[in-house]
């Protein structure tokens, strides 16, 4: 398999959790926006009936497949499960989509276009010129805007939508990540990959979106997920801050011993 080929192999991986108003709505969007990408419904023990609607799509589409997990783990659990699953498989681009329509399926062939350009993970940025948000309250707009900024003065990365969830990886950048040391569960999942791919000399592109607040169905952004990701965020960026400071004290001493002698 070439290269060109491995990344005709896409994947969209949809964590659920009471979903069953949007499920059906967002897989045939697409279905009909991307038509050669497989969709991986990774449901997480929905009360409300998803995981059946998921088996009833799969059931009737060889493109959607369905994960069912045992429980509501955390949308980041979630995840690195469906790219366990789409590693395995040799999916060559995976993408991790919202279930509740915010992300909309229209605009995934920009990110596709990116990874084909080069690119080694897309984030479908709301922050960058020409992306927005439709139908957020203003204290929405602030905490993600505080959000990203928090994240780059912290992290130091030149990524303006951090926090953004819409994203396309390459399967050889997921591969080059070390995942099985992924611990954040919530809002800084994403924040936690896209630091991971920069760290490991990825190259990260934004592409702008439209973000659309869900229509049906409850949010799933709580006080504890904000306070984790702040939380995750500052103790990650003390550390590199401090692996800084080591590496230019260290890069000091050394010149003034090579002067001295």
């Not at 609607?53 to 499960?81: E, F, N, P």
């Not at 190259?203 to 409850?218: A, Q």
Request: glycine share 10%.
């Amino acid at each position: 398999m070439t290269s060109t080929d491995a990344l005709d192999r896409v994947l969209v991986i949809i964590p659920t959790y009471n979903e069953s108003q949007n499920i059906e709505s967002i897989t045939n969007r697409l279905r009909k926006a991307v038509p050669h990408a497989h969709i991986l419904i990774a449901d997480d023990n929905s009360p409300d009936g998803t995981g059946d609607i998921a088996d009833r799509l799969a059931s009737d589409d060889s493109h959607v497949h369905v994960m069912h997990r045992t429980g509501k783990q955390g949308l980041g659990a979630a995840y690195l499960a469906g790219f366990d699953w789409g590693l395995a498989r040799g999916y060559g681009v995976l993408v991790s989509h919202d279930a509740d329509g915010s992300h909309q399926p229209e605009e995934l062939p920009r990110l596709l276009t990116a990874i084909n350009d080069g690119a080694d993970m897309v984030k479908g940025s709301r922050w960058v010129k020409g992306g927005s948000i439709v139908n957020w309250p203003a204290s929405r707009v602030l905490i993600s805007k505080a959000g990203s900024l928090w994240t780059r003065i912290w992290l130091g990365i030149p990524v303006k939508d951090a926090t953004g969830g819409f994203n396309a990886y390459r399967a050889t950048t997921l591969r080059g990540m070390n995942l099985t040391e992924v611990a954040s569960a919530g809002y800084c999942f994403q924040i936690d990959l896209v630091w991971r791919a920069i760290k490991h000399g990825f190259k990260v592109v934004e592409v702008p979106i439209e973000f659309v607040e869900r229509e049906f169905g409850d949010s799933k952004m709580s006080r504890n997920i904000v306070i984790e990701a702040l939380i995750r965020t500052t103790l990650w960026g003390i550390e590199h801050r401090f692996h800084q400071l080591r590496r230019a004290v260290t890069s000091l001493f050394g010149r003034s011993r090579h002067e001295v002698r």
